[in-house]
T-cell receptor, first 117, second 113 residues
Framework: EPEVTQTPSHQVTQMGQEVILRCVPISNHLYFYWYRQILGQKVEFLVSFYNNEISEKSEIFDDQFSVERPDGSNFTLKIRSTKLEDSAMYFC???????????????FGPGTRLTVT | DQQVKQNSPSLSVQEGRISILNCDYTNSMFDYFLWYKKYPAEGPTFLISISSIKDKNEDGRFTVFLNKSAKHLSLHIVPSQPGDSAVYFCAAPAAAGSYQLTFGKGTKLSVIP
């Protein structure tokens, strides 16, 4: 069964450093998302991406964050200057054509645990 | 914005019995809901969904019930199995026309053999 993959599984970085989290969405999916879950808190939406553009973003997704689909398979999340509060599990997700009957079903990857020290 | 609330942080059920997980929401303008299951060290896995044109949707052992007047939905698992032990999240679009999912805090289900 196709699945979303993410690398690395765990990333440790120092405050102020840039990190890039990578995702390979399911191959026939057109919509891509990043979410994060700070330990003990809810899963929170960051951004959605379609047709090489950001579709929606939350207030968490400020100028320090950016997303890119550099080729036909990868989808990346960059944090330019990490802060301690960016420590969280980051989940990538993808979904199919929204014109289908069940457009909201998003399929999640296993996550990247980001630790900022 | 859609607020989704799961007021029970945990639930323990005997194997073979029914598990009932509850979720409340605050905004009746949008009407599509999803349940996700999450094992430790894994991402959320889509389980089942329901739109407001229905009040019930069934998939094998899993059934979701929607009570629009009460703004309440529930997930029933029958019979419960030890492999069902996980955290269950209720989710919904954040607003009409949005594909941004808002999640509840989750309910940790433990199925005791």
């Amino acid at each position: 069964e196709p699945e979303v993959t993410q690398t690395p599984s765990h990333q440790v970085t120092q405050m102020g450093q840039e990190v890039i989290l990578r995702c390979v969405p399911i191959s026939n999916h057109l919509y891509f998302y990043w979410y994060r879950q700070i330990l003990g808190q809810k899963v929170e939406f960051l951004v959605s991406f379609y047709n090489n553009e950001i579709s929606e973003k939350s207030e968490i997704f400020d100028d320090q964050f950016s997303v890119e689909r550099p080729d036909g398979s990868n989808f990346t999340l960059k944090i330019r200057s990490t802060k301690l509060e960016d420590s969280a599990m980051y989940f990538c997700a993808s979904s199919r054509d929204r014109g289908l009957a069940r457009p909201y079903e998003q399929y999640f990857g296993p996550g990247t645990r980001l630790t900022v020290t | 914005d859609q607020q989704v609330k799961q007021n029970s942080p945990s639930l323990s059920v005997q194997e073979g019995r029914i598990s009932i997980l509850n979720c409340d929401y605050t905004n009746s303008m949008f009407d599509y809901f999803l349940w996700y299951k999450k094992y430790p060290a894994e991402g959320p896995t889509f389980l089942i969904s329901i739109s407001s044109i229905k009040d019930k949707n069934e998939d094998g052992r899993f059934t979701v019930f929607l009570n629009k007047s009460a703004k309440h939905l529930s997930l029933h698992i029958v019979p419960s199995q030890p492999g069902d032990s996980a955290v269950y999240f209720c989710a919904a679009p954040a607003a009409a026309g949005s594909y941004q999912l808002t999640f509840g805090k989750g309910t940790k289900l433990s199925v005791i053999p």
